[in-house]
C-alpha cells in the first residue's frame, strides 16, 4: 500500500481495461453493527464475484478494511469527519479516479459528484410516515437527511429500493418517478443456516440459556415496539416454560420495559444479551423455539430472513414491507394487537404440525432472496445508469 494524497490504496488492479469502470463508496462498511454493513459487504463480494469484464474500485473511510476485497481496486480515504469525506474527499477522487458509474449504497450522494449515479435507499425514517409518526433519529442526522436524501434522489440516475414499500415511499415522500427507480431485494448472508446441537451449545452455554426461549433480534428503538412483544410474552409466561431472548446493540433513545416485566411478575425470565458476535446470533435463531418481529416499519426487514434460514419458525408484524417479506411462510399479526400476537407464540411452541409447517415454509422462502441474484439485478442496474444518455459528463468512455 502506498500513501496517497487523500488516502491509502491497493493499486493491484489499477489500469485494468475492459468492460466498466465501477466504484463504490463503502464507509458504511465501518458502521459497528446494523443492517447496512452486512448487505453493502454481502453485495460487493457478489458483484465481484460474477466474473464480468467490468472493474471495480472500493472506496473506505478506514484503512484497516483494505484487502477485504482482493479481486478489486481499494483505496482508503482518511477524514476527520463524515461530512469532509462525503462532500469533499470522496468527490475529489472520484474526479481524479473517473468512474464510468458510482454506487452509493446508502440513501445520499456526494456532493460534486459529476459520473452517472445509482444510489440505494435503505431508510425512509428520516421522514414522517403515517406507520411511524415519531421521529427516529438525532435532530442533526434527521435534518441532515431531509435535505440530502430528496437532492441526492432526484440527482441521481438510477435508484435501487430494497423493497416495493420503499420504492412507494420514495415516491410517496418525495416525489421521485417511478421510471428509475428499481426494487432489488436482500438477503441473509450465508452463514445463517441450520446448526447441529452441538455447534450451538457454546452459545447456549455462554448465556446460560437453561429454558426453551422466544428471541428477538434488533435495537429496542421506539419504532422497533418491543413492548408489545414484552406485553405479549408477560401474558402467556404463567402457561409455558419459555423465557424471552432479546439481542441487539445500544441506541438513543430506547424503548422501557421494566414496568412491564414488573406487571407480569417475570423477572428473570427476560434476558437483554446486547450485542452478540456473527456467529452467536446464528446460534440463538437456531436454538429458539421461535423468532419475533414485532416493529411498526421496516424499509425490508433481515431479521426473518435470517431466522427461515435457521430453521426458526417467525411470527412477524404486517407493517409496510414486512408482508413483503416473509410471504405466507410467518404467522402474521398487526403491530399494536397483543393479543393476537399472545396466541401465536402459544401456538407455534404447543402445536407441533404447526411449527413443522413453518419451519418448511420458512426455508422455502429464504430460498427466493440471495445476493447473487441481487448483485445481477444491481449490476443490470449500474449498466443502465452508465448507459443513460442524459449523462452529466460529456467525457468518452475509456
Not at 493491484?12 to 448487505?39: K, M, N, Q, W
Not at 435501487?160 to 410517496?172: E, F, K, L, P, V
Not at 450465508?190 to 435495537?219: D, H, I, M, S, V
Not at 393476537?340 to 407464540?345: D, G, K, P, R, S
Request: glycine share 8%; aromatic share 10%; with cysteine.
Amino acid at each position: 500500500m502506498a500513501q496517497g494524497r487523500v488516502g491509502l490504496e491497493n493499486p493491484t488492479l489499477a489500469g485494468a481495461a475492459g468492460g466498466l469502470h465501477i466504484s463504490i463508496v463503502a464507509r458504511a462498511l465501518s458502521h459497528r453493527f446494523g443492517g447496512v454493513p452486512e448487505y453493502v459487504g454481502g453485495l460487493i463480494g457478489e458483484l465481484i464475484g460474477l466474473g464480468t469484464p467490468h472493474r471495480f474500485t472500493i472506496y473506505y473511510s478506514d484503512y484497516r478494511l483494505i484487502g477485504r476485497f482482493p479481486g478489486a481496486t481499494e483505496v482508503a480515504i482518511a477524514a476527520p469527519h463524515k461530512l469532509l469525506w462525503d462532500h469533499w474527499l470522496l468527490p475529489l477522487r472520484l474526479r481524479q479516479d473517473r468512474p464510468d458509474v458510482a454506487w452509493f449504497p446508502q440513501n445520499t450522494i456526494s456532493l460534486g459528484v459529476n459520473c452517472p449515479t445509482v444510489v440505494s435507499v435503505t431508510d425512509l425514517l428520516y421522514f414522517p410516515v403515517p406507520e411511524f409518526p415519531r421521529r427516529e433519529y438525532a435532530l442533526a442526522d434527521t435534518l441532515y437527511a431531509r435535505i440530502a436524501m430528496p437532492r441526492s434522489l432526484h440527482q441521481a440516475t438510477r435508484i435501487m429500493a430494497i423493497s416495493d414499500h420503499t420504492a412507494y415511499d420514495i415516491r410517496r415522500l418525495i416525489g421521485v418517478e417511478a421510471a428509475k427507480i428499481r426494487t432489488i431485494h436482500l438477503a441473509p448472508a450465508p452463514r445463517y443456516r441450520r446448526l447441529t446441537a452441538a455447534e450451538c451449545a457454546p452459545t447456549r452455554q455462554k448465556y446460560n440459556l437453561r429454558r426453551p426461549f422466544f428471541f428477538y433480534a434488533g435495537t429496542l428503538s421506539p419504532r422497533k415496539n418491543v413492548r408489545v412483544l414484552v406485553d405479549a410474552f408477560g401474558r402467556i409466561a404463567g402457561e409455558l416454560e419459555h423465557d424471552l431472548v432479546l439481542t441487539g446493540g445500544p441506541v438513543s433513545p430506547e424503548v422501557p420495559f421494566a414496568d412491564l416485566v414488573e406487571r407480569y411478575g417475570i423477572q428473570g425470565r427476560v434476558h437483554r444479551l446486547g450485542k452478540v458476535d456473527a456467529d452467536e446470533l446464528v446460534a440463538l435463531y437456531n436454538l429458539a423455539d421461535a423468532f419475533v418481529f414485532p416493529s411498526l416499519y421496516e424499509d425490508f426487514g433481515l431479521p426473518p430472513l435470517e431466522a427461515f434460514a435457521c430453521g426458526c419458525p417467525v411470527i412477524s408484524s404486517a407493517a409496510t414491507s414486512l408482508r413483503e417479506v416473509v410471504g405466507d411462510a410467518a404467522l402474521i399479526f398487526t403491530p399494536h394487537d397483543s393479543d393476537t400476537l399472545a396466541a401465536h407464540m402459544r401456538a407455534v411452541v404447543t402445536d407441533r404440525t404447526l411449527r413443522e409447517r413453518l419451519v418448511r415454509a420458512g426455508l422455502e422462502r429464504v430460498k427466493g432472496f440471495s445476493y447473487r441474484r441481487a448483485a445481477r439485478e444491481l449490476l443490470t442496474l449500474l449498466e443502465e445508469a452508465a448507459q443513460w444518455p442524459t449523462l452529466t459528463t460529456s467525457r468518452p468512455r475509456r
